[in-house]
């Protein structure tokens, strides 16, 4: 059993911030890449940032400088630093974690977390 307790989710106003944090814990092996992805109203989900576990990212044109992903190997956790906060962020923030089992014949999967919701009022 694999699980990614997402936190840090809230209500803000615009130019505000927020972090997120999530934290992966069961049967782990290893984790490669760790992510965050939003889906808003109406919309398909997105990816908003990723890192992988050497520590590459890469951000969605949207969030490019304005939000920081990272992450900490030995604890399976990733984090957003989210700043600058405007009201097209407002969505469903889901952790991702792209990780293969330590049971014997696991494959990479990837995994969800249930979601934190981030409003940012203008």
């Known amino acids: 059993q694999v699980q990614l307790v997402e936190s840090g989710g809230g209500l803000v106003q615009a130019g505000g911030s927020l972090r997120l944090s999530c934290a992966a814990s069961?049967?782990?092996?290893?984790?490669?890449?760790m992510a965050w992805y939003r889906q808003a109203p109406g919309a398909q989900r997105e990816l908003v940032a990723a890192?992988?576990?050497?520590?590459?990212?890469n951000y969605a044109d949207s969030v490019k400088g304005r939000f920081t992903i990272s992450r900490d190997n030995a604890k399976n956790t990733v984090t957003l630093q989210m700043n600058s906060l405007k009201p097209e962020d407002t969505a469903v923030y889901y952790c991702?974690?792209?990780?293969?089992?330590?049971?014997?014949?696991?494959?990479?999967?990837?995994?969800w977390g249930q979601g934190t919701q981030v409003t940012v009022s203008s």
């Open positions: 991702n974690a792209y990780l293969i089992r330590a049971i014997i014949g696991s494959q990479w999967n990837d995994y």
């Open positions: 069961g049967s782990i092996f290893i984790i490669n890449r």
């Open positions: 890192v992988t576990r050497g520590g590459s990212t």
